[in-house]
């Protein structure tokens, strides 16, 4: 079964990064870099502090810690665990990986911190303003697109994707849910 599980996931990869087009390859490069995206969070960081005021540090923190907790757990535990080869450095898949700017990743990708942390902070802050702001539910675009860059640029199979998106949202909750706790209990102190 697991077998099965990685052949159907090495055949989607390949049909996926296999669609691919010039004038996208700088943009998914650029979607894949994480320091383009601090401008974003930082947008997010005053939303979250123009919404919160001096309690937005128990929501701040809660981001913080979902999105260092889904990183941890995937970079930390999983890649070395699993030493699976990311598509770019697997040697059964040489010369079949569209790569770009001979950006090839670490050796291991299973499984993927882009797609954890970007669903970690995106399910965080969907529930923390999905009540007030019905269109937030757009940011699981923004986590989606950066975790199909990883595919495209042939660092990571869906699988990776998958799991690593799974954990991130798990992560997401669990700290919205702490947050809000805290946040609970603050509020009942001060009224």
Not at 88 to 111: A, K, M, Q, W
Not at 116 to 144: E, P
Not at 156 to 170: C, E, Q, R, S, T
């Amino acid at each position: 079964m697991i077998e099965y599980l990685k052949d159907l996931d090495q055949q989607l990869f390949l049909f996926l990064n296999g669609h691919h087009v010039p004038w996208l390859d700088p943009v998914m490069y650029w979607i894949s870099e994480k320091k383009v995206w601090i401008p974003f969070y930082l947008f997010l960081a005053g939303w979250i502090i123009r919404e919160y005021k001096w309690k937005s540090v128990i929501v701040l923190l809660g981001v913080g810690l979902a999105v260092a907790a889904s990183d941890q757990v995937c970079s930390g535990f999983m890649k070395p665990f699993f030493e699976r080869f990311r598509p770019s450095r697997d040697p059964e898949l040489e010369g079949l990986v569209h790569i770009v700017n001979d950006y090839r990743g670490g050796r291991f990708g299973f499984s993927s911190s882009h797609a954890s942390t970007s669903f970690a902070l995106a399910t965080f802050v969907f529930h923390t303003f999905r009540s007030k702001y019905h269109w937030v539910i757009w940011i699981f675009l923004w986590a989606a697109i950066v975790s199909y860059s990883r595919i495209y640029l042939g660092v990571h199979y869906p699988g990776d994707i998958l799991v690593g998106g799974l954990i991130g949202a798990m992560f997401g909750y669990l700290f919205y849910r702490i947050s809000r706790y805290y946040l609970n209990k603050f509020k009942s102190k001060f009224q």
